[in-house]
């Protein structure tokens, strides 16, 4: 997988090592390790799962100490098992303690999200549908919590506000019909941005069709009415199944034939997955 | 709950707003809903819980509108049932669209932690034990997820590396003995510096009362091991028992007599709180 | 025209007010001018043209001195004439005086942008093309300057490297082939981005065309070539034309029936439109 | 020439970065080209220009990745002719793709600057005066246009607000007398900062040589007014000729005698110099 | 007075109050003070001095809560007797009792850097000497020292490194000889800036005037040699005493008849005027 | 003395350098010394001092110029002589001399603090009194002030109104009583956080050692009163002296047994040691 540039990420970083530095910095490991010790250090998994942000987690202890060198053991988007070392470290001893946290937060967030997306594509499999996130991320996280989910097997949906339209019943309500909204977002935007419909309905989607959406979102549907509504449509537009669905219903709705799956417990929900630093000789 | 001066959240919610933003804006509100459209809405809870982020999800759309008015429905630190408004909003459409989703993440993560928090909380009830979070936070969200933990009844460990000592293994490993990191720390700190010792063996912690630290977290234990520690320590210093305590074994924990117990859980893998936007006349 | 939230833009006019006041301020008017002195003034067109930047020249001054009141003579997308008033202000003098260069140095140029894109529009009229900007903006300013080309009558193409896919002749060498090229984007990117393809022969068109692109960028093809390529497409994806199209040539592209016309210049060329500022008694 | 420091333009160059990256980054290059994939590259000159922004260009590539390798082919300042290669890069193919347009967007900004600077010098070759920029900069550039001025052969103006004193017409409105705007700036500011005052008539030049000015701003003078007014200075202060001033009418301005002559289309209205990025072997 | 605009000293209030408030706020107040309840206060002088700051003080309060209401009972600029008030303020205790250090911080500082110039100007009185500051300013305070020291009645030196040109011993020994170096800073700075030469010797001084200076500085020179330097300058340039003067010399330096003596300590060793805080019914 | 990690006072120095280079940068330098040119340079102490402040004087001249080589002679936190080197540095010419002034200023500062520290440090020896600081630092350097402190000997209170508690007059007012105050500070804050009583009387004092505070601060209290209260505390709390205390009655004040002394002075009012910086061949 691509990790983003760390032209995207390094704010992020920054901000959370400035959020566990406060003012006075590390005042345990300061007081009582010399600066010029030195220590090789593994990142290890604790749980089995799909590794996402290795570079994010190199990142956090380059910035303590640019001396560091680092061996990336196991590459974002490979699967893992409990015990295994992702991440190897060697150099000055107080940047590896003074870094472990903020490292490991970063990386067990996102090898948790990618885990879990990777639970949610195995739970498809066979089908054709792809399971995408949402705009349900957490704040400043978006950009790497996205990658997560594509180091999982996952897609992505929109990553803001700008760069698709996606037309909402509020939306809708203000318009006073599907095709009154649809007109108006085409117009406004450029040839290159595409425009999803959610609907609620079989009525709304014929509108949405009539209309020429790109795409369409079907929020809350039962599985049969996802298979009509697939029918429906007839691959004039992309199909995409929304809102609560789980590990426990996801397959069901796969088998309806939707193209898509957006799910916005990947990103919102996903539990971390237990990584440690171990520190050797 | 006195939530944190919006001068320590401020940069996250223009973080949050900026990531979804982007360069273009809310392209599908802008073309559809005219700038002089109003409404009001609620944020409504889809599920029980404890709330925590109503002054945070409020600025969010302040941000974005001044004009807007609001009313706090339901307090921080209060606890709510499924399908109760949490917040009320009225001003301009646009606004509201457009900070819906921003406000959503930040409100239904930081209830989340607050009703995570409150489920640890309760299952520790008529013990003395204090539920406690840890430095597992997500990042940028530190001081917010905090205070979640204290809207849920919990009470907050250390902010940061800078606030408190916290010798570890590797710490007493490089100093060569207990007493030999306990002076260091207590040599490099400030009078109102506290220092917490982690042990793993009652042959540790009876070393730590010796050099005579503020607290023992009491690393992994079982809940028999932890009962014979509180009776050694007698009372001279905090007990904290950590490490993979969860909902099924934190009465055990607390029945032991520990002072805290420390869950990672409670920031790095509380499930979202569902909460969403309803738009009236 | 929606302008862009002032979220968008606040950073970079705090800048340019950064820039301008330096450390000492407006050292002429703080020596001269009493805090208590109040003006009325206008910022008035010297050339006709489109207007564009209301809300941001509005801005510059209201982060001088919020007390200042403000009355838009002139909405963005709106023509105008020489001597014509834009933008009327009333209030402390120093705020005036002080915001004046930075409040006409935006205005002038995202005037100029939406008044030289106007002048694109017109000569194409009659014919179904769109006129859209590109990625050659001004450092800083893509969002305001794509929002000029809006106001004009314009469209726009990607705002960044991010929203759409645009592939050119390095990525098709290093791919081996378009169809190779296209297939590694489809891949990789969600299902709401588009992918354009930069060609620059028929022969590389017709390779587009069967790997599916959602639009084609005819890079530097003459109207015969042109018309040709339209042809082949049928109407089976967008097509762009590009390249060294000016004022007199553009309306023979338009010709051509291509569904765009992309031109740097709107952005990176546009001369500043001139506006100056009256104040009154 | 000496190029700013990048302590000076590193800031607009990371938000010009993170303007074209968004929250993706450059999604074609990441998905087509491999991360080991190595090119050699070069910034060719379209046209006939001046150089400016080596150093800017450079470093736009070296953010997205350090271990990029660079010669610096035409210095800023010197001439060029179309065809030649400015700067030569080899290195990581990604950088090279993904950087292309934001240091491409600079330098033909900047070159572009100091060429039609060059044009208006050549222009009054053989006269003593010397070409200037005014404040009429865009948004955050003003240090490197400024620059790119220098490099066209020009000198500069005030850098904003605070360096210099100029008094214009609405300041002496308010001081009440020339004399008076004068004696209060004076009073206002160090011994290190010049007083420049801008008149319209003969009898306003008269007064400020009473009153002592650095330097008078003859504004929108006729080549006749000007000569007298410059033999009415009989060189007691530096002489400064202003307003509306272009390539056909400056060599008269310029044999009146004037020290300095401003123009503010040097940077507000400099067409782009065109520059592209060939990729070799 | 004229206060700097907000615009320039807002980013150090921000940071200085987050460097007050951490990540968990005013926890004692927060604690213990409703957050209704409301109070009067007023700032209060333990020491006689020159007032400097009451605008910086007051934003400091204004950012924790804009509803506070205040009334600046002792202008910039004027002198007070200990015990006077010179801020009263007004509303929400808690951000009357958080802001408190830091605004008292800021005014001690301003009014020490304020009442030590007073103390200078009045010991030169009499003479025609100007007391001026030096850029020896205390990081990120630059402006507001400069601006306090204008209300002591001094006048400001530089402002920075790029809006005069001071010539110092080793540029000399790099350009070879004093009219070496001058011409080369002439040949490379706008019309609007001036040149001052520090020399030590009056051979230097004479160079100096060859080569047309704006200023001489006179480093470290007894009265006599000085006095036999303005002699020698005859009002040609500026002359300024430096080096080295304190409270006890400085009457001293002014007899000599130099303009301008600069002293490092107004900025660098002003002790903090004492202010406090009384919190009343 | 362990440095403070150079990501928390970064952010310092890049405010401190683009204050000093403003918009155009070192114009004298630029103009008169070559790229090429390289020296040799030393700070060296102009008075006998403590040092503080090594690592980030190199700071400076390192962001300026990454290729520039350093060797530190003295040590933070160790005694130097008038006319000793306290850093050596060898490199580009530029790079020193531009960044002379910010390095000087902020060792010049930390020294002074350091050296003040180590005054008051050496008036109590012999006692077992601790000399520490306050939070009456300079707005945006209270790490960097409070480490010189410890540099020169003395200790740290808190670093801010985070991370203890301090329970002044008015809050007691507004609780009611000490016992009420104290309850309210530990039901609000962690267990690592420590609460200290500020009391102006011994029956006060009485107050705070039944609500079991950790510390008391003695607040302008005489030498007898201050024997009394240490008497009466017994060694159950740690006790503090506060209040106008200086060099001449530092002493008498430890002489009475208490654990610490806090001086506002050693950050709000240490006088600049003066440093300089010479260039050899």
């Given at each position: ?60 202890f380059e910035m303590l100490d640019p001396s ?214």
């Amino acid at each position: 997988m691509n990790s983003p540039s760390p032209l995207i990420f390094d704010p992020l970083i920054r901000t959370a090592l400035a959020e566990d530095l406060g003012r006075a910095g590390d005042i345990t490991t300061d007081a009582i390790v010399l600066s010029s010790a030195r220590v090789a250090a593994a990142v290890v998994a604790r749980k089995d799962g799909r590794m996402s942000g290795g570079a994010v987690a190199t990142r956090v202890f380059e910035m303590l100490d640019p001396s560091l060198e680092f061996e990336a053991a196991i590459a974002d988007g490979d699967d893992f098992r409990e015990g295994v070392e992702l991440l190897r470290l060697r150099g000055p001893a107080r940047a590896v303690l003074t870094g472990e946290r903020t490292a490991l937060n970063l990386l067990g967030h996102l090898c948790g999200v990618a885990t879990l997306t990777r639970a949610f594509v195995e739970a498809v499999k066979g089908t054709g549908a792809v399971v995408v996130c949402t705009r349900k991320t957490t704040a400043g996280l978006r950009a790497l919590e996205k990658y997560a989910v594509r180091c999982g097997g996952g897609s992505n949906h929109r990553f803001g506000l700008d760069d698709a339209v996606l037309i909402k019943d509020n939306h809708i309500a203000v318009a006073g019909s599907v095709a009154a909204a649809v007109g108006a977002a085409r117009g406004a935007v450029g040839h290159l941005v595409k425009v999803e419909l959610e609907v609620d309905s079989l009525a709304q989607l014929e509108e949405g069709l009539v209309a020429g959406v790109d795409a369409l979102l079907l929020d809350n549907m039962e599985p049969d009415t996802l298979r009509e509504a697939v029918m429906m449509v007839g691959g004039r537009c992309i199909t995409e199944a929304s809102g609560g669905i789980d590990l426990t219903t996801v397959a069901a709705v796969a088998a309806t034939g939707v193209d898509l799956i957006s799910i916005g417990a990947l990103t919102h929900s996903a539990p971390w997955l237990d990584v440690g630093l171990e520190i050797g000789s």
